[in-house]
């Protein structure tokens, strides 16, 4: 059996991850290719009430420890019950989000050092890394003025702008670091042209 790829999302909130997941599962399969769909933090039963944990704007205070260990635990059920499996059966798996999401918003948002997301990534993932990673990118405010009439506040989206400016840097030098991997597609656009933009980057792994 031929092993799957592991594509994931990234990028801050409102910028259309899970708007073009949809998109990107649906432009795989006309390859024939299986496409397992999942999320961070989530993804199985324990991961998915991790989530609940971590979004939830009505909790005591959470330690920013707290919550990168958090980020991890739901992570190695995900990676162990979802993500392995499905790439050892030779599907492809797509996530909306994954570990650039903590060097992103634990390491750039919250100021944790990246020595100790780099040893987590390390005891968690061991080798395990997505072979391509879109990093859909624009302004803070754009993302914000798409998802602003949202019913339901959650911690994250609790936060101020300042919190969103230093995440996007984040997802950035997360980019410069890995720039075979992950790549960049600009949000800032009507939706046929990033879909466009998303098409042309899937076919470094489609060739
Ligand atoms: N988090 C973390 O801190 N550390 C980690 O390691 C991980 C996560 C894995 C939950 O993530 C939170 O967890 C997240 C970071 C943290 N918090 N924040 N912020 P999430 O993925 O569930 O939350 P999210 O980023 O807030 O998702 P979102 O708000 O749903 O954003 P999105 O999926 O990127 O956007 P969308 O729902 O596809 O689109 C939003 C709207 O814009 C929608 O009405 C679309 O129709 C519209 N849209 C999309 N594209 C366009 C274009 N091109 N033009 C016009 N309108 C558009």
Redesign the pocket.
Known sequence: MIRGKFITLE??????????LAFIKEHLEKYGIPVVVT???GGTLLAEKIRHL??DANSETVTEQAELLM?FAARAQHIKHVIEPALAQGNWVLS????D??YA??GG?RNMKVSTIEWLEHFVQGHLRPDLTLL?DAPVEI?MA??RNRAVI?R??AEKVSF?ERARRGYLLQMELHPHRIKLIK?N???VE?QRAITETLRILLR
């Open positions: 990028g801050v909130e409102g910028v259309g991850k899970t708007t073009n999320r961070e933090p971590l979004l980020m909306d989000r994954f570990t999401a903590t918003y634990q948002g859909l993302g798409r998802v959650d994250f989206e969103f949000a656009q009507p939706l990033v």
